[in-house]
T-cell receptor
Framework: GQQLNQSPQSMFIQEGEDVSMNCTSS?????WLWYKQDPGEGPVLLIA?????ELTSNGRLTAQFGITRKDSFLNISASIPSDVGIYFC????????????FGKGITLSVRP | DVKVTQSSRYLVKRTGEKVFLECVQD?????MFWYRQDPGLGLRLIYF???????EKGDIPEGYSVSREKKERFSLILESASTNQTSMYLC?????????????FGDGTRLSIL
């Protein structure tokens, strides 16, 4: 099946730094979702975006739904050690059986 | 908060065994999903269900079946387990098939087939 493009596979940053991740697709989506997965746990929903151009924040996290509806961005500001994990993006088409198309995820490491 | 509960965090089974993975959600969601997660391959959809007794194949249904006898419970069955089914299995649920509501995941079952 189709997958979204997330790169690089891994990112290494210093505690306190900001980090930005993006997710791109060749297809249009109506909904963009960002999940975080801690080691040994299931993915947890961070932010959901429902409208092109929408900018939504959740604490230190900010995500945007791209104007073209083919991409989305997640920014983490002032990173802390507990930000370590895998960040997945997912796209969804309204009524498309509610199925999600996932990126492969970016593994974030934060150096103290 | 949505709660999706998977019956086991870790499971070890032998080749050829019939394996049942159970998932329960407490939010009266219509949709339920089973994924497997493997390094470098990301999340892959095995089966999903919109309603009781309804099921649809995902991207990799071979070697698996599912059962949804009650709305809150969705079971994944490995008919005859093989070593290539060693993986992390994730269950998810979402509200309904009409609105684009996010999927919520359980904590996963790490299954090893020996």
């Amino acid at each position: 099946g189709q997958q979204l493009n997330q790169s690089p596979q891994s990112m290494f940053i210093q505690e306190g730094e900001d980090v930005s991740m993006n997710c791109t697709s060749s297809s249009i989506f109506n909904t963009w979702l960002w999940y975080k997965q801690d080691p040994g746990e299931g993915p947890v929903l961070l932010i959901a975006l429902y409208k092109a151009g929408e900018l939504t924040s959740n604490g230190r996290l900010t995500a945007q739904f791209g104007i073209t509806r083919k991409d989305s961005f997640l920014n983490i500001s002032a990173s802390i050690p507990s930000d370590v994990g895998i960040y997945f993006c997912a796209g969804q088409l309204t009524g498309a059986n509610s199925k999600l198309t996932f990126g492969k995820g970016i593994t974030l490491s934060v150096r103290p | 908060d949505v709660k999706v509960t998977q019956s086991s965090r870790y499971l070890v089974k032998r080749t050829g065994e019939k394996v049942f993975l159970e998932c329960v959600q407490d939010m009266d969601h219509e949709n339920m999903f089973w994924y497997r997660q493997d390094p470098g391959l990301g999340l892959r959809l095995i089966y999903f269900s919109y309603d009781v007794k309804m099921k649809e194949k995902g991207d990799i249904p071979e070697g698996y079946s599912v059962s949804r006898e009650k709305k809150e419970r969705f079971s994944l069955i490995l008919e005859s387990a093989s070593t290539n089914q060693t993986s992390m299995y994730l269950c998810a649920s979402s509200q309904n098939r009409v609105w684009s509501q996010p999927q919520h995941f359980g904590d996963g079952t790490r299954l090893s087939i020996l």
